[in-house]
């Protein structure tokens, strides 16, 4: 699953980088498809991939579920 991760991580940095290796002009959809999918898909990643999971999956993450199980 951790590949996946860096595999994203990647593509989402050659998304931000391949408009300035191939010249794109900067007031083109293309240039700014690529820049906002690949910061969006390195935002997403970041911020999925490398949350901490929860040890234990039986105990409730905050009081509402605590509330939901009693």
């Known amino acids: ?6 595999v994203n991580l990647i593509v ?3 998304l931000i ?3 300035f290796l191939f010249s794109y002009r ?3 959809a293309e240039f700014w498809n ?4 690949g910061v969006m898909l390195i935002i997403i990643t970041g911020v ?3 949350s ?3 040890q234990n999956r039986e105990t409730p993450l905050s ?6 199980r009693a």
């Open 34 to 37: 690529s820049e906002v999918i």
């Open 12 to 14: 989402g940095a050659w």
């Open 26 to 28: 900067y007031d083109t």
């Open 1 to 6: 699953m951790k590949v996946l991760i860096y």
């Open 52 to 54: 901490v999971p929860r």
């Open 17 to 19: 980088v391949s408009p």
């Open 48 to 50: 999925i991939g490398f």
């Open 63 to 68: 009081q509402v579920e605590r509330r939901k």
